[in-house]
């Protein structure tokens, strides 16, 4: 049985085009930004507004854990009353618990793998790639201007980081949380999919409990 793939990316490296790629030669769903869609509809709450908040670190989310407010993946009482980013977060995690329950998919960031940490069939990605080649990804596509894209790279990397390390409490480059690591920079987006593709072929089966 295929497992759900969960893909951590420095910005840059072609983890969203490696997720599509994947998600289409495996023919499972692929979760990235329509978790912003699908947690605005849950919610009531514009795109727009969750656009801004997508990705980024709350404020009072830990603080509540540890006074026992805040029990994950559950309903929450008074969750209309938390900052955006917390809000967001929760709504994310328990769409991606649902698609989980669902069978094979490929999910792009917002702390996957974390979230999934209790569920045997998971297999952990993370793609990074050298800053000439993640500039050149970036350029190509417009996404920046070229004397900003060095410090742009670097602040949105930071951001990914804090976000993993607040919601989870780990650290987005500890390479323990992953299965397998990859730069991207050697590869085309396709060797890439399949490099992945193979490593699970090769991962041994969960034990059983």
């Not at 955006?84 to 991606?96: A, G, M, P, T």
């Not at 490929?106 to 045997?120: A, M, N, Q, T």
């Not at 991962?203 to 409990?209: F, G, H, L, S, V």
Request: aromatic fraction near 8%; charge should be positive.
């Amino acid at each position: 049985m295929l497992p759900i793939i969960t893909i951590a990316r420095q910005y840059g490296s072609g983890g969203h085009e490696v997720g599509e790629r994947l998600a289409e030669k495996l023919n499972v769903p692929l979760l990235d930004k329509q978790l912003i869609a699908m947690a605005a509809k849950k919610s009531g709450l514009s795109e727009e507004v969750f656009e801004k908040a997508d990705e980024k670190a709350g404020n009072s989310l830990l603080y509540s854990m540890v006074m026992g407010n805040y029990t994950f993946g559950s309903r929450i009482t008074g969750i209309n009353d938390m900052p955006i980013n917390d809000k967001l977060f929760i709504l994310q995690s328990d769409i991606i618990k649902s698609a989980a329950d669902k069978g094979p998919c490929v999910i792009i960031g917002r702390c996957g793998d974390y979230i999934l940490r209790e569920y045997d069939n998971v297999f952990r990605v993370f793609i990074h790639a050298n800053k000439e080649a993640r500039i050149k990804r970036i350029l190509s596509k417009g996404l920046c201007d070229e004397k900003k894209v060095s410090d742009f790279i670097t602040k949105r990397d930071k951001q990914r980081a804090n976000y993993y390390n607040f919601y989870s409490n780990k650290r987005w480059d500890d390479l323990s949380n992953y299965h397998l690591t990859i730069d991207s920079s050697e590869f085309d987006i396709d060797e890439v999919a399949e490099i992945i593709i193979t490593a699970i072929g090769k991962i041994k089966p969960p034990a059983k409990k």
